[in-house]
T-cell receptor, first 112, second 113 residues
Framework: GDSVTQMEGPVTLSEEAFLTINCTYTATGYPSLFWYVQYPGEGLQLLLKATKADDKGSNKGFEATYRKETTSFHLEKGSVQVSDSAVYFC???????????FGKGTRLHILP | DAGVIQSPRHEVTEMGQEVTLRCKPISGHNSLFWYRQTMMRGLELLIYFNNNVPIDDSGMPEDRFSAKMPNASFSTLKIQPSEPRDSAVYFCASIIRLTGKAFFGQGTRLTVV
């Protein structure tokens, strides 16, 4: 079935370090891909999205490129801040319905 | 818009009691989801509605769980009877159909003792 696999956390980095969180997916058809972020005590919120192959989603310095050949959507940021500490979820959605399938989430800790 | 509103924010109940969680989606959104989040299993989709009709309830863990959406502005998730393993954070989310952008409420933290 359709699924999302992302790297296990927690990931701990120093401020200004480069971030990569890996995400791969399995889907029948052509999904849209998303990264959601969850700050402590809050619900998830959309960070960025890409709807077709080779699209790049970007927001708040984060980027991810839809790679159909490797079925991947890795999240990157060039210089992380303490305020980026949160849980990041990779997700997919198929055009046939609204169901959004989430990965298990990756907890990110940024040290000052 | 106030966003997706869930109540209560926290619920502590004794095993065997009935628990009802409530959700008010964003006006104009066609689809509504209920998720459960735990450390062990991450974020699980329990059920989702489109235009108030349940479309997929395959994630509902067992018959003790039920969900309703009597109109476009209100949904409930009921657990009866509750058990300690139901302790989790329950999220409601709404979405404009086929956009993929979900708006989440702040969640209800349920503790069953």
């Amino acid at each position: 079935g359709d699924s999302v696999t992302q790297m296990e956390g927690p990931v701990t980095l120093s401020e200004e370090a480069f971030l990569t969180i890996n995400c791969t997916y399995t889907a029948t058809g052509y999904p849209s891909l998303f990264w959601y972020v969850q700050y402590p005590g809050e619900g998830l919120q959309l960070l960025l999205k890409a709807t077709k192959a080779d699209d790049k989603g970007s927001n708040k310095g984060f980027e991810a490129t839809y790679r159909k050949e490797t079925t991947s959507f890795h999240l990157e940021k060039g210089s992380v801040q303490v305020s980026d500490s949160a849980v990041y979820f990779c997700a997919l959605s198929l055009d046939r319905d609204d169901k959004i399938i989430f990965g298990k989430g990756t907890r990110l800790h940024i040290l000052p | 818009d106030a966003g997706v509103i869930q109540s209560p924010r926290h619920e502590v109940t004794e095993m065997g009691q009935e628990v009802t969680l409530r959700c008010k989606p964003i006006s104009g959104h066609n689809s509504l989801f209920w998720y459960r989040q735990t450390m062990m299993r991450g974020l699980e989709l329990l059920i989702y509605f489109n235009n108030n009709v349940p479309i997929d309830d395959s994630g509902m863990p067992e018959d003790r769980f039920s969900a309703k959406m009597p109109n476009a502005s209100f949904s409930t998730l009921k657990i009866q009877p509750s058990e300690p393993r139901d302790s989790a954070v329950y999220f409601c989310a709404s979405i404009i159909r086929l956009t993929g952008k979900a708006f989440f409420g702040q969640g209800t933290r349920l503790t069953v003792v």
